[in-house]
Nanobody, 116 residues
Framework: VQLQASGGGFVQPGGSLKLSCAASGVIFRLNAVGWYRQAPGKQRELVATINSNYSSNYGDSVLGRFTISRDNAKSTVYLQMNSLKLEDTAVYYC???????????WGQGTQVTVSS
């Protein structure tokens, strides 16, 4: 299983970024995928996940600002981040949970920095 994340970068408060994560080595459409993040000195936390049936789940801190989506034809999961805040600064990790054994895998992470 390989997860290749991209799209991180530097953005000012109130701005937007879109992250992408391409998966390989799996039957993508069968699996839950998503994003977690980890800020310096903090534990990794849920950002958003999306199941094979397209139901989604968001962390409280991003609800209403971030949108997760998936394109099974491209084996890719996206995270549209709007109204970014300073506290959104973190390394964002792509995640996949395989069906049916529920093994979990993580990508290498992409840095998102929100700063004025």
């Amino acid at each position: 299983v390989q997860l290749q994340a991209s799209g991180g970068g530097f953005v000012q408060p109130g701005g937007s970024l879109k992250l992408s994560c391409a998966a390989s080595g799996v039957i993508f459409r069968l699996n839950a995928v998503g994003w977690y993040r980890q800020a310096p000195g903090k534990q990794r936390e849920l950002v958003a996940t999306i199941n094979s049936n397209y139901s989604s789940n968001y962390g409280d801190s991003v609800l209403g600002r971030f949108t997760i989506s998936r394109d099974n034809a491209k084996s890719t999961v996206y995270l549209q981040m709007n109204s970014l805040k300073l506290e959104d600064t973190a390394v964002y990790y792509c995640w996949i949970r395989l069906f049916p054994l529920k093994n979990e895998y993580w990508g290498q992470g992409t840095q998102v920095t929100v700063s004025s």
